[in-house]
């Protein structure tokens, strides 16, 4: 069964270096999420990808923040220089349309430590 | 603020018990309703979803969406220890081409064998 990726697993990093987040969405999908859910707390959104430009990001989803599709597979979240609060598991979605009627598949997540 | 709630349990119902899970939403545009089950460190799984009033079915779990009360609920018949998780209501967020999911805080549900 067809299934978003994500790499790696578990990122530790320090205080205000960089880290890039990357996913490989389902195959025939063609919208790309990013949600993160801080340990005890929800799964919130960050922000939607289409057709190679943001469609939609949340107050999260600041100038420390960037998404990138590279290449045809890959979909990237770089985080610029990275601060304690960014700890958290960070998930990858993608689906087939967009819009309210859409079903999100997720990767299995990154673990983001900042230490 | 679009807000989504759910009761964090735990609520805990003994194997083969029906399990009822309720979210309530604040957004009167909403038209579609997922359930996600997520277990303790993994990612959500997407289990159902219900875009009209009245009860879905799909093997063991049944959702139900009342649109004038602003409630959907999952019910989990004969449940199994297995079906011990966090489950995870999300409301799309209304508005033409708006595509982020708006997720409650999740209930905690633990079948005892």
């Known amino acids: 069964e067809p299934e978003v990726t994500q790499t790696p697993s578990h990122q530790v990093t320090q205080m205000g270096q960089e880290v890039i987040l990357r996913c490989v969405p389902i195959s025939n999908h063609l919208y790309f999420y990013w949600y993160r859910q801080i340990l005890g707390q929800k799964v919130e959104f960050l922000v939607s990808f289409y057709n190679n430009e943001i469609s939609e990001k949340s107050e999260i989803f600041d100038d420390q923040f960037s998404v990138e599709r590279p290449d045809g597979s890959n979909f990237t979240l770089k985080i610029r220089s990275t601060k304690l609060e960014d700890s958290a598991m960070y998930f990858c979605?993608?689906?087939?349309?967009?819009?309210?009627?859409?079903?999100?598949?997720f990767g299995q997540g990154t673990r983001l430590t900042v230490v | 603020q679009k807000e989504v709630e759910q009761n964090s349990g735990p609520l805990s119902v003994p194997e083969g018990a029906i399990a009822s899970l309720n979210c309530t939403y604040s957004?009167?545009?909403?038209?579609?309703f997922f359930w996600y089950r997520q277990y303790s460190g993994k990612s959500p799984e997407l289990i159902m979803f219900i875009y009209s009033n009245g009860d879905k079915e799909d093997g063991r779990f049944t959702a139900q969406l009342n649109k004038a009360s602003q409630y959907v609920s999952l019910l989990i018949r004969d449940s199994q220890p297995s079906d011990s998780a966090t489950y995870l209501c999300a409301v799309p967020r209304s508005g033409a081409g708006s595509y982020q999911l708006t997720f409650g805080k999740g209930t905690k549900l633990s079948v005892i064998p």
């Open positions: 957004d009167r545009g909403s038209q579609s």
């Open positions: 979605a993608s689906s087939v349309t967009g819009g309210g009627f859409t079903e999100a598949f």
